[in-house]
C-alpha cells in the first residue's frame, strides 16, 4: 500500500534538498581546491637565465623533507675545450673535478607554510658561493627562488619556470 507523504513532511524534505546539493558539490569540489592548496616546488625548473634546469625533489626517498635539487640539464653543458662543464669553481678542491650536471645545488628545504619552503641552501656552480634559499610556489608554473646571505630582505629573487621532466 502507498502512504502519501503529508505536507509537512514535503517541506521538511524540501528544506534537506539545498543541504544535500551543497554537501554533494563539497565532497565533488573538495578535492580539486584541496590540492590547488597543495603546490610544491616537486618537479622540473627552468632558471631564470634559462641555461640549466633543476630538478627538484626530496633528499631522502624515504622521506618527503626537507627538498634538494640537481642540475639535470645545462644549455651549454660542454667548455670551451668541447669537454663536459666542470664545478671548476667550487670551493673545494676535491670536488672541482665533478661533472656540474648532477650537481645537488639545493639543500635542506623545509615547509613553513602553504607554499612556502625555507631554512635550505642553494649553490652557484658560477661563482662556487652558497647561499641561503626561500621558496615560493606562485601557481603550479611559476618559482620565486629568493637567494640571500643573511636576511631574505638582503637578497635577490630568481623567477623559475616549470617544464617537463
Known amino acids: 500500500m502507498i502512504r502519501r507523504m503529508s505536507d509537512q513532511g514535503f517541506v521538511a524534505t524540501m528544506k534537506l534538498v539545498p543541504f544535500l546539493i551543497v554537501m554533494l558539490l563539497s565532497v565533488v569540489h573538495g578535492p580539486v581546491s584541496l590540492s590547488a592548496q597543495e603546490l ?19 633528499c631522502d626517498e624515504q622521506r618527503d623533507e626537507p627538498l634538494c635539487g640537481k642540475i639535470v640539464w645545462l644549455k651549454n653543458p660542454e667548455d670551451e675545450e668541447g669537454k663536459p662543464r666542470l664545478d671548476t669553481e667550487n670551493p673545494d678542491q676535491a670536488q672541482r673535478d665533478q661533472l656540474v ?31 641561503r634559499a626561500r621558496v615560493t610556489v606562485v601557481d603550479p608554473n611559476t618559482l620565486h627562488v629568493r637567494i640571500y646571505v643573511m636576511l631574505p630582505l638582503f637578497g635577490e629573487t630568481k623567477v623559475w619556470t616549470r617544464v617537463e621532466d
Not at 616546488?41 to 625533489?57: C, M, Q, S, T, Y
Not at 615547509?111 to 662556487?128: A, F, H, K, L, Q
Open 40 to 58: 610544491t616546488p616537486v618537479g622540473v625548473w627552468l632558471h631564470d637565465n634559462e641555461r640549466i634546469r633543476v630538478k627538484v625533489a626530496p
Open 101 to 131: 650536471i648532477g650537481t645537488t645545488v639545493i639543500h635542506g628545504l623545509v615547509r613553513s607554510g602553504p607554499r612556502v619552503w625555507t631554512d635550505g641552501t642553494i649553490y652557484n656552480p658560477d661563482d662556487g658561493e652558497t647561499y
